[in-house]
């Protein structure tokens, strides 16, 4: 059974860190583009970042660019967000995802084919 399960989520003050994980079982993670989405009340779902199988090239969204880094862990069959100097702003569910296309590495939804749980980030004092 293909599964992401994702973790770390929860209640941190501005200008600190969390890590999520998302742990893949049923497939090769490090075959896939993978890709982390979020989700605020009254919003779009909107990508953060991806990287790509093929050639591991990264994107992030300006708004997390120079605060969050994708990465992914082959022996563990896991991939990571780190969050640093985080801001009310960043507050939403964030969702795990992967593409089997190896080239994948877009901020459209619909073009991923497996999808993490979601779990709560909540930036407050």
């Known amino acids: 059974q293909v599964q992401l399960v994702e973790s770390g989520g929860g209640l941190v003050q501005p200008g600190g860190s969390l890590r999520l994980s998302c742990a893949a079982s049923?497939?090769?993670?490090?075959?896939?583009?993978i890709g982390w989405f979020r989700q605020a009340p009254g919003k779009e779902r909107e990508g953060v970042s991806c990287?790509?199988?093929?050639?591991?090239?990264?994107y992030y969204a300006d708004s997390v660019k120079g605060r969050f880094t994708i990465s992914r862990d082959n022996a563990k069959n896991t991939m990571y967000l780190q969050m640093n100097t985080l801001e009310p702003e960043d507050t939403a569910v964030y969702y795990c995802a992967a593409d089997r296309r190896p080239f994948g590495c877009s901020f459209s939804p619909r073009e991923y084919d497996y999808w993490g749980q979601g779990t709560q980030v909540t930036v407050s004092s």
């Open positions: 990287i790509s199988s093929s050639d591991g090239r990264t």
């Open positions: 049923g497939f090769t993670l490090d075959d896939y583009a």
